[in-house]
């Protein structure tokens, strides 16, 4: 398994027998793992970029952790900007039809496009010759590593997509994530320091247009930690702090799959609506209405798939050994980028009081 990890964050085309330096900076690898597989280095100038089926399977065990990754639509592109096509038809396009007459008039259809564009990150991790030798692992722990930080690139990227702000420094000034892009475009409700309740979530279904709740089985609230558990101990009862809605909701409709993974999971329902976990989404917001005080976040209603994550087909992985350091360096590239499909279907409750 170790030897596969690594194979999907270092591009090894080509395979080399033996250690030592070429002329021309080519390195071979550290040595041979316990199955016998041979790790190839690459100079700094040369490919590196993961064929099709290799980057596939690198970005499934990058989002492999994360929670919108899992619930997301991801777009694997193969350039830095495509189109998105959307079709709408509108509401109450039939009409009452008498003999021998005609309306005069056809239905619209209406055609549009939305633009998703990917934005350059990298990620670059170094390991010295002598934490190779001297740890317990030996030559595995390259594999190791390179694992956590296939995990740790798809929690950043999460992050990125979910709390980018476009402007500004580092990592969250690529572009503007789902947070951002849903209180600019989408319905937003101000909870004006509310605390976490049945209202809150009962003023985002009232905010959503009545179209989409055709599909309400597929809507799902998106909440952070801290709200969740806010809600969960101001609900619950009796020894066992069990809310008896969630009793009922569970014989009646049936458990909802949780998503899998340390996080993710569905809490309790609200108005039939399953509650998932999102530790990414932003709780130590200042509220922006008169005499906000203490830490806010937001309640999304919305579709799952109504997040497009794009991401350009190819990972490049460069791996390099520096004789001068003694150390391999690792060098990671990707473009990432995110888009809501339709803004009109996205209900955010903000300044909502986590209670302290």
Known sequence: MSNETLEKSVAANTTIAGTGQS??????????????????????????????????????????????????????????????????????????????DDTGSNAAVTFSKISLTTKK???????????????????????????????????????????????GSGLMSAFQGVVAKSKANGRVVDAAGANVS?????????????????????????????LIQDFLYANSIGTNQTIPQDIASSIIRGDVAPLGGPAGYVAPYAFGIPIVEVPLLPETQTGDYSGATGSHGDIHLTFPNNVVIGIKRDVTVYRFFWPRKDSIEYTLYTRVGVQIEQADCWVVVKNVKVAS
């Open 23 to 100: 002329a021309g900076g080519t390195f071979a690898s550290l040595g041979t793992s316990a199955a016998g597989t041979i790790h190839v280095g690459r100079e700094a100038g040369n490919g590196g970029i993961l064929n099709p089926e290799q980057s596939a399977r690198f970005l499934d065990y990058m989002f492999d952790a994360t929670v919108i990754g899992k619930v997301a639509r991801t777009v694997r592109m193969r350039s830095d900007t495509t189109e998105i096509d959307r079709i709408g038809v509108g509401e109450r396009l039939m009409t009452v039809a008498a003999e021998a």
């Open 198 to 226: 049945r209202a809150t979530f009962n003023s985002a279904l009232k905010a959503m247009p009545r179209k989409y709740k055709q599909r309400r089985t597929d809507l799902r609230f998106l909440a952070g930690s801290n």
């Open 121 to 167: 990150l990298r990620l670059d991790w170094e390991l010295s010759t002598e934490s190779l030798e001297d740890n317990i692992e030996g030559a595995d722990l390259e594999d190791h590593i390179a694992r956590m930080m296939a995990t740790q690139a798809g929690n950043d990227i999460e992050d990125v997509v979910l709390n980018g702000t476009g402007s």
